[in-house]
Nanobody, 129 residues
Framework: QVQLQESGPGLVKPSQTLSLTCSVSGDSIATGLFYWNWIRQPPGKELEWIGY???????KYSPSLKSRTSISRDTSKNLFTLRLSSVTPEDTAVYYC?????????????????????WGQGTQVIVSS
């Protein structure tokens, strides 16, 4: 059974870079038919897809966040990382990492839905001075 766990600072100052890590167990991020995603939910709003990294290391980002987003990975530690630069209070959200099958990826990008399995518990990030 795959398990994902987000970690990182809960408070980030405006203009700084938010950095979160997703540690994965029970599956390899470097093989298989799943993409490894970051998704967030601002307070009172719907889930927003941020981006993903594939088993081969390719990445794709939301157009609205692309200029500030970078997703990387460490296959030796089986984890992947989100970096979001120049944050503002509008980046305050619960951030999730998620494993998404290639068949469900398009739907997850257009209308993210939290699934019963393959998601981390989420980590709250507040952007404030």
């Amino acid at each position: 059974q795959v398990q994902l766990q987000e970690s990182g600072p809960g408070l980030v100052k405006p203009s700084q870079t938010l950095s979160l890590t997703c540690s994965v167990s029970g599956d390899s991020i470097a093989t298989g038919l799943f993409y490894w995603n970051w998704i967030r939910q601002p307070p009172g709003k719907e889930l927003e897809w941020i981006g993903y990294i594939t088993p081969s290391g390719s990445t794709k980002y939301s157009p609205s966040l692309k200029s500030r987003t970078s997703i990387s990975r460490d296959t030796s530690k089986n984890l992947f990382t989100l970096r979001l630069s120049s944050v503002t209070p509008e980046d305050t959200a619960v951030y999730y990492c998620a494993r998404v099958s290639v068949l469900q990826q398009a739907a997850m990008m257009s209308r993210p839905t939290k699934m019963a399995a393959g998601w981390g518990q989420g980590t709250q990030v507040i952007v404030s001075s």
